[in-house]
C-alpha cells in the first residue's frame, strides 16, 4: 500500500425502480482495518434496504466488521479479485513482473479504479454528491483478449488499452476475462489463459452445457472462437434487462468468512443452515443445491469454493440463490480428490455420490429423492455427452482427455 491510496470511497447503489444511483454511506480505511457508515440521506430514505444483514444493518454510526474480517463481506465481494488486481497494477506500473505484488494497492484503489458496471448492485465513488461512472470501453473483444495475453506476459500496454482492460475487470475470479456488452446483453467473456495446458474454456462450456441439460438452474454460455482462440460468453445474472442492477453477496460472505477462512471452513452443510433461516423456498433451495454438489462430484469439478456460489439479496431482504457459475471440470492427478466445500456435517468433503448420499437429509431430502437426484443425472450426462461437446466445439483430443477421465470419473462412483 501506497501513501497516497485513497483512504474513503462513497458507495452507490440503484433502489429498485429508480433509475439513478443514490449514494448509501461511506468506506473508511483505518490502517487494513475498513469501517462502514450509513449516510444518513440513505437512511431516511422510505425504500432504503440494508446492503447485507446481519453484517451491516440499516442503523446510525460506525460498523466494524465482526469475525475477524478487515472489511465487510458484502462491500469485499464487489472488488476484483486476483486477475482484475493485477490489470489494475499493471496498469499503476507499466507492465507486469515476476516480482509484481497485487498487496502493493489498497481495497479502496481496486473498488474506486475499477469499472462502474460491476458485478452486483452497488459501486463505489470518491464523491458523496456526484455520480461518475467509469464505463465499460469501446474497445473490441479481440483487442480485449489480445491485451488480456500482454498483461499475463508481462509486456506494456498501451494507456487507452490498458483503461479499456481496466474497465472492464470490475469482477471477481483469478482467470483472465472482460465484462461487455453485446446489444442489449450483459456478458463475462472468459479467455483462456496463456498458461493453461488443457482447454480449460471449453471444458467450462461443456460443463456448464450439461449442467443446463441436467435441469440445474445456470448461467447460460456459448463457446465462441475470437482471433483462432476459445472464448466462453457467460450471460450475467444480475443485469436482468431494464437497466436494473441485482444485488448479490458471495457464500463466502454468508458464511461470514474470508479467501483464507473459506478454503478451510467453506461448508454446504452451514450453507444448508442458512438456507432454512433466511431463503425464499429453502426445500426447493436445497434440492438444488444438493443437485449442483452432486453434478460437480460427476464432472470433476473441485474448485467449488465459497466464491463459486453466491445470493441474490432482494429488496425485501430475502435471499435465493443465483444461477450456477464457474462450474469447470479440474485435472487430477491421482483418482481420489475432495470437493472445496465439505458435504457432510462433520466435514465429509470426498468428491463421491457415497458422500452425497450419506449426507442427504441436511439437504432436506430422503435417500431415494437424493438417489433419484444421482442417476437422472448420470443419465443425461450419458446420453447428451456428444451434442454437449459439439455445442461447446469440442475436438476428439478435448473429448477424450475429459470424458471417463474428469466427466463421469470412476472416484465418484466408489463406495
Ligand atoms: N453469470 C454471471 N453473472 C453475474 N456474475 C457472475 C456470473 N458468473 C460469475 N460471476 C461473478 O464473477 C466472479 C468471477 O467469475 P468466475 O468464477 O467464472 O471466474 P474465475 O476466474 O473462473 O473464478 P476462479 O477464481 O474461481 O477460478 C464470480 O465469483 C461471480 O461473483
Ligand atoms: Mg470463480
Not at 4 to 24: C, H, K, N, R
Not at 66 to 92: E, F, K, M, N
Not at 131 to 150: C, F, G, H, I, N
Not at 155 to 170: D, F, H, I, V
Request: glycine share 8%.
Amino acid at each position: 500500500m501506497t501513501t497516497s491510496d485513497p483512504q474513503t470511497a462513497f458507495v452507490w447503489t440503484w433502489l429498485a425502480g429508480a433509475g439513478e444511483p443514490v449514494v448509501v454511506g461511506r468506506i473508511d480505511a483505518d490502517g487494513p482495518m475498513h469501517t462502514f457508515t450509513y449516510a444518513r440521506s440513505y437512511r431516511e430514505r422510505s425504500n432504503a434496504v440494508p446492503l447485507y444483514e446481519p453484517e451491516l444493518p440499516l442503523v446510525p454510526g460506525t460498523l466494524r466488521p465482526a469475525g475477524g474480517l478487515t472489511v465487510a463481506g458484502c462491500l469485499r465481494d464487489c472488488g476484483p479479485d486476483s486477475w482484475g488486481q493485477r490489470v489494475i497494477l499493471a496498469r499503476h506500473v507499466g507492465h507486469l513482473t515476476s516480482a509484481s505484488d497485487v498487496s502493493e494497492l489498497s481495497l479502496l484503489t481496486y473498488l474506486l479504479e475499477s469499472g462502474s458496471d460491476r458485478i452486483g448492485g452497488l459501486d463505489f465513488q470518491v464523491s458523496a454528491t456526484e455520480y461518475v461512472p467509469r464505463a465499460t470501453s469501446s474497445a473490441t473483444l479481440e483487442q480485449l483478449m489480445a491485451a488480456a495475453a500482454d498483461i499475463e506476459a508481462g509486456r506494456m500496454l498501451p494507456l487507452p488499452l490498458a483503461e479499456a482492460l481496466t474497465r472492464g475487470t470490475s469482477i471477481g475470479g483469478a482467470r483472465p476475462k472482460v465484462l461487455l456488452t453485446d446489444a442489449d446483453r450483459s456478458l463475462i467473456a472468459k479467455f483462456a489463459s496463456t498458461t493453461d495446458i488443457r482447454p480449460v474454456v471449453k471444458a467450462e462450456g461443456v460443463a456448464m452445457e450439461l449442467a443446463r441439460r441436467a435441469g440445474l438452474n445456470v448461467a447460460p454460455t456459448q463457446v465462441i472462437q475470437v482471433a483462432g482462440k476459445d472464448v466462453l460468453l457467460v450471460e450475467r445474472f444480475d443485469r436482468p434487462g431494464g437497466g436494473q442492477r441485482r444485488h448479490l453477496v458471495s457464500v463466502l460472505t454468508i458464511l461470514g468468512l474470508d479467501e483464507f477462512t473459506g478454503a478451510r471452513y467453506g461448508s454446504y452443510a452451514l450453507l444448508a443452515d442458512h438456507i432454512r433461516r433466511s431463503f425464499a423456498r429453502p426445500a426447493a433451495t436445497l434440492r438444488e443445491l444438493f443437485s449442483r454438489i452432486v453434478f460437480n462430484i460427476l464432472v470433476g469439478n473441485t474448485d467449488d469454493h465459497p466464491r463459486n456460489h453466491a445470493a441474490f439479496v432482494s429488496s425485501d431482504r430475502s435471499l435465493t440463490l443465483t444461477p450456477a457459475y464457474d462450474i469447470c471440470p479440474q485435472p487430477r492427478s491421482v483418482p481420489q480428490a475432495n470437493q472445496a466445500m465439505a458435504i457432510g456435517r462433520n466435514g465429509e468433503r470426498s468428491s463421491q455420490l457415497a458422500t452425497c448420499l450419506a449426507a442427504c437429509e441436511v439437504y432436506l431430502l430422503d435417500t431415494s429423492q437424493a438417489q433419484s437426484i444421482i442417476d437422472t443425472q448420470i443419465s443425461v450426462i450419458e446420453t447428451q455427452w456428444r451434442d454437449a461437446a459439439d455445442a461447446a466445439r469440442l475436438t476428439e483430443l478435448d473429448r477424450e482427455q475429459l470424458f471417463r477421465r474428469e466427466i463421469l470419473n470412476e472416484f465418484a462412483f466408489r463406495s
